[in-house]
């Protein structure tokens, strides 16, 4: 192989955020291994622990978010809400609308920075959010984090809200830093995390997020067999299917530890709390019951920003690594399917159609997402860019495992990719169980008495319970079973 001249991209290393890049320098920082900002060694998680504070510029956000967070703020449909916590979360209030609106010229120079400004931005908004008074009918956001979120989001490609990018991907620290020497190695340091961000300060609502985080972190060697299986395919022959049998029992294996991972929130998070203490202060505007406008006040002061549209809160449906595994196993097709309209037959063949388009990536900051568009895939739309780029990539593989599984008589590598798919099924299995725990159960004790409204909405603003319940039903139609002759 050719060595690649000293100044080509994959050789520099990757920039520190507080050292100026030579003009005309590309920007690696994103790249980690090279790809679509996916690292060899955690995934879609950054292979450093994520930057903990901005540079005193920005000074002012992150003082604003600790101040939230040691004031104790509550949230403002709390049932026995006290005046003396009013009274401090509207001081906290007045305190964000007097911040000076801050440039972020110098933020564009680092992804790395622009995502911690996303981050506490977007924290900052939700407290604010919903610490406001349940009387108002609309949430007026105020130009100091109004005018900056949306330029950042703008940048990144993400809408002005907090994502799952947010509470879990770049929402951790190691609770005992690691050696210098040492690289950071997924299933040593499962328990070895922390979160950086919490609403609560509650063991419970960072085990929900760092249970999020480990199932990404043991999802990694998902990746590697999957990569293994796409040059086995590229050759095509008997031993290549042979060992496509193996890989496939791996990757079932790796799922079902990650299925594991989910039931043991269980651990950690009470469901009660979860529901009533936790799980409000990251709804979005499409979740909120009472149905109040989330108005982004300052908006007219960048001729370039527009009106966001998509302000789902955090979801489970933004994990980069379950969207990969759906693609990758030809599921998306089914899952992605919007099965409350006319999904696709269970028994039609994958072949027959292509699956259902990413939304376009250049403007999910602002501009509407096309009607009926399937859940998951929308919610592609909250992820990082990179990652996105990633499943389009994957998407585009010209050998799709599930096509050379469909055009083989081979009946050990029908049933391994089917041992694959039941184990993805069986991993939503634990999510409907967990829906059902969190959020339908609790849903149900608060309002006994109450006429129904239908399902509790999910923090998308999906029926949460049908949704997942509906997922899961789609992928257990994507299983082959024995080939017809």
Known sequence: MDTLPPNHFLNLQRPDAFVPTIAGTPDTSTLAAHDFDVDTRTGFMPPQPPLARLPEPWEPWEAALDDAITS?????????????????????????????????????????????????LAWVMHFYVHTMPSTMREIHIPPPVTVPLLQVCAQL???????????????????????????????????????????????????????????????????????????????????????????????????????????????????????????????????DTRGRKWVFDGIELDPTLEEPTELSGPSAGQSSLVHALDIFLGVDRYSHSDFHGQARPASASASSSAPPPSPPTSTFSSAPVPPKVPFLTRMQSYMPRHHRAFLRHLQANPRPLRTLVEQTENEALREAYDVAVTALKE??????????????????????????????KGTGGTDAFQFVKGVRDQTAGALLGRPTH
């Not at 006290?82 to 007045?94: A, M, T």
């Not at 994502?163 to 997924?186: E, G, I, M, R």
């Not at 070895?192 to 063991?203: A, E, K, M, W």
């Open 72 to 120: 104790g703020l509550q949230l403002a449909d709390k049932p026995d809400l006290s005046d003396e916590d009013e009274k401090k979360s509207e001081r906290w209030r007045n305190s964000v609308r007097e911040l000076p609106i801050l440039s972020i010229t110098e933020l564009k120079n680092s992804e790395i920075l622009l995502r911690r400004a996303h981050h506490v």
């Open 157 to 287: 490609q993400l809408p002005p809200v907090l994502t799952y990018s947010d509470d879990v991907l770049y929402n951790w620290a190691f609770k005992t830093p690691l050696a210098t020497n040492v690289l950071f190695q997924p299933k040593a340091e499962l328990h070895n995390l922390r979160c950086l961000t919490l609403f609560t300060g509650t063991r419970d609502e960072e085990e929900f997020y760092l249970s999020s985080a480990r199932i990404e972190l043991r999802g990694v060697e998902a990746l590697s067999v999957m990569r293994a299986i796409m040059d086995e395919a590229f050759v095509g022959d008997e031993i290549a299917h042979r060992r496509i049998t193996d890989y496939l029992r791996i990757l079932a294996d790796v799922i079902k530890d990650m299925q594991a991972l989910l039931a043991a929130v269980r651990e950690g998070c009470d469901p009660t709390m979860f529901y009533n203490q936790i799980r409000p202060w990251f709804k979005g505007a499409d979740s």
């Open 427 to 456: 991993f939503r299995d634990e999510h409907v169980r967990i829906v059902a725990l969190y959020i339908l159960i609790p849903s149900r004790q608060a309002h006994t008495g109450e006429p129904s409204q239908g399902g509790p």
